[in-house]
């Protein structure tokens, strides 16, 4: 759902892309119904979706990293500690900047999946201002 949320924030124009990828994740599935129809009512199409785990190759591809939790974070600090300067929990770039992270919905209710899409919907808004405010040229003062 992030990466397709963020897509649809973020216009391809802008060159930005997203790629999802799971710690735990394998290769192939579809996401989830209750996942397509929560972005659904956003008018967002996750049907053609496939998860992908996490590879190094993405990994060093990315510019910045997000994950969902703390736990996702240090387990892939252990699988590839170069990634350090880059990798962040998705909700700690809001006013209250707190790391709590957003739990996988994966197996609950549709409206479990709604209030998932819904934080990270806020999270990904804080963290497109985070990335456009790091990508600006430095103003001479």
């Known amino acids: 759902m992030a990466e397709r949320l963020f897509q649809a924030r973020m216009s391809s124009s802008n ?8 710690t ?20 967002l199409d996750l049907s053609d979706h496939v998860s992908q785990p996490i590879s190094r190759e ?9 994950t969902m939790t ?10 590839d500690p170069s990634v350090a300067d880059r990798i962040h929990v998705v909700t700690s770039f809001g006013i209250s900047k ?9 197996g609950l209710s549709i409206d479990v999946y709604r209030h998932t899409r819904d934080v ?7 963290i497109i201002l985070y990335i456009m ?3 600006q040229p430095n103003k001479a003062e």
Not at 58 to 66: G, N, S, V
Not at 70 to 79: C, G, N, P
Request: hydrophobic share 45%; aromatic share 8%; net charge negative.
């Open 15 to 22: 060159g930005w892309t997203a790629a999802s990828a799971g």
């Open 70 to 79: 703390e736990r996702h974070k240090q387990d892939i600090l252990s699988f």
């Open 24 to 43: 735990a994740a394998a290769r192939g599935w579809p996401a989830s119904l209750e996942a397509i129809q929560a972005l659904k009512e956003k008018d």
């Open 58 to 66: 993405l990994l060093q591809d990315a510019q910045y990293i997000f």
């Open 120 to 126: 990270l919907e806020s999270a990904i808004a804080d």
């Open 133 to 135: 405010d790091k990508e």
């Open 98 to 106: 707190e790391n709590a992270g957003v739990p996988d919905p994966i």
